[in-house]
């Protein structure tokens, strides 16, 4: 049996991390609390948003517009939405494993020509051939550039600062960002890969297009006007350049609320879980040390008997 | 008194606006535009500029970023990325984004950044215009 002073010595280190625990899963919650009220609004912004869009997409008069061309689609630009740390149970594993899995199986596809080689899952076959040029990593959040990096596939962009703080100015910059890549030709088809914040959870983490557009994304969407029945001016191509970045923004805007709800929601469990075993351990700890103590007493009594 | 319509201004943020109103003036490409109940449905892309609503008669002026607007018979919506009533614009920062905006459109630069500059320059311009036109 261990000394009651060993005993103590533990259940006093229990205690400190049970604390810290405890804090992290407060912070979390009031964190997720402040932007899912936000959410919610954003939510119908797009909604609204998409409905225009759709109004714009199914008018008839809408030519061979530079968002809605169909390209080789070889060049594949990912941006992969995770944490800054860890400890929010499996929320970065499931977004960087679905991000990689999504890689490496689309862009080793697109490598191997006709597809008859069957590709293994490793990172050396990214980096093999011209794969590599035709892909464009972003990271957001400090976890997803290190799992990339020690896979070999280093990220062409880190945005850091960004996880921590889902703000419009940062969706706005980071909209610009791939427009520009998009009208330059750097790439072809841009991809946003996040955990949506579903129903008061983190839910399955997913891979959405958001570029180039295309009108079977809308197919669920109301559109506001009956399509002969609406004008558009000046041009339905003026109106569709308008619309494009502004979605573009309220959907990264409302992807990084999201991730970072997801976040915080998974990082509250996981400390609420660790505080709970922290509790559990030192109810055995307190239990072992008063035993331990009784022992250490019963045989001074019985030493100074003899 | 004309009658009013359903007037509807999001941006990514906040609802800025979402009741009845009698008339909306705002920028479009080619020159204003006054949308009043009854408008045909239109989808147009918005200038950035000052957007001008009539609320029971009085015309209040607002800033308004880039954006659209979509008239339908149901209601009037407005999306754009920023749109301050004069009282919530921050005149000093305005003024310092309109000296550096206009600094850097001096020097020679990307066309990109020219773009940014210039589109940076016209939301602090008219940000000051909306809040001179009260003071």
Not at chain 1, 42 to 62: G, W, Y
Not at chain 1, 73 to 87: A, E, F, N, P, Q
């Amino acid at each position: 049996m261990q000394k009651p002073n060993e005993i103590k010595r533990h259940i006093q280190a229990i205690e400190e991390t049970r604390k810290i625990t405890n804090a992290m899963h407060l912070v979390s919650s009031v964190r997720a609390k402040k932007v899912i009220r936000k959410m919610d609004y954003n939510r119908r912004f797009l909604r609204q948003t998409e409905s225009c869009m759709k109004d714009v997409l199914i008018a008839p008069h809408l030519a061979d517009n530079r968002y809605l061309r169909r390209h080789e689609h070889k060049k594949r630009t990912y941006i992969v939405i995770s944490g800054d740390k860890g400890l929010a149970g499996a929320y970065n594993t499931n977004v960087l494993g679905l991000a990689y899995r999504e890689i490496t199986e689309k862009m080793c596809r697109a490598d191997h020509g006709d597809g008859t080689q069957k590709h293994t899952h490793n990172a050396d076959c990214l980096l093999c051939g011209d794969a590599r040029k035709d892909l464009t990593l972003i990271t957001i959040g400090m976890m997803g550039q290190e799992y990339f990096h020690s896979r070999g596939i280093e990220p062409d962009e880190h945005l850091g600062g960004v996880t921590q703080d889902p703000s419009l100015f940062n969706a706005r910059t980071i909209a610009y960002d791939i427009l520009e890549r998009f009208d330059k030709g750097e790439t072809d088809q841009v991809f946003l890969v996040y955990t949506p914040f579903v129903s008061g959870a983190a839910g399955e983490p997913m891979v959405r297009r958001i570029l180039p557009i295309r009108l079977s994304n809308y197919i669920l969407v109301e559109e506001t006007e009956p399509a002969h029945n609406i004008m558009i001016h000046p041009s339905e191509d003026e109106a569709f350049e308008q619309l494009v970045p502004q979605y573009l923004v309220g959907y990264i805007y409302g992807a990084l609320m999201h991730a970072y709800a997801s976040e915080h929601v998974s990082r509250m469990a996981a400390m609420q879980s660790a505080t709970r075993n922290a509790d559990e351990m030192l109810d055995k700890l307190k239990l072992q040390y008063n035993m331990a103590r009784q022992a250490a007493v019963t045989q001074e009594l019985a030493e100074i008997r003899r | 008194m004309a009658t009013p319509f359903h007037l509807h201004i999001m941006t990514p943020e906040r609802e800025f606006f979402d009741g009845n109103a009698e008339g909306v003036i705002v920028t479009v490409p080619d020159g204003e535009l006054c949308v009043m109940a009854g408008h045909m449905p239109l989808l147009t892309p918005l200038n950035i500029g000052i957007i001008r609503i009539n609320l029971g008669g009085e015309w209040k002026h607002a800033f308004i970023s880039d954006g659209f607007m979509e008239v339908s018979h149901k209601e009037t919506i407005i999306i754009t990325q920023a749109c301050e009533w004069p009282e919530d614009i921050d005149a000093a920062r305005a003024e310092e984004v309109k000296r550096r905006a206009a600094e850097k459109l001096r020097q020679q630069v990307s066309t990109r950044e020219y773009v940014m500059n210039k589109a940076a320059l016209a939301r602090a311009m008219a940000r000051l215009r909306v809040k001179g036109s009260i003071n």
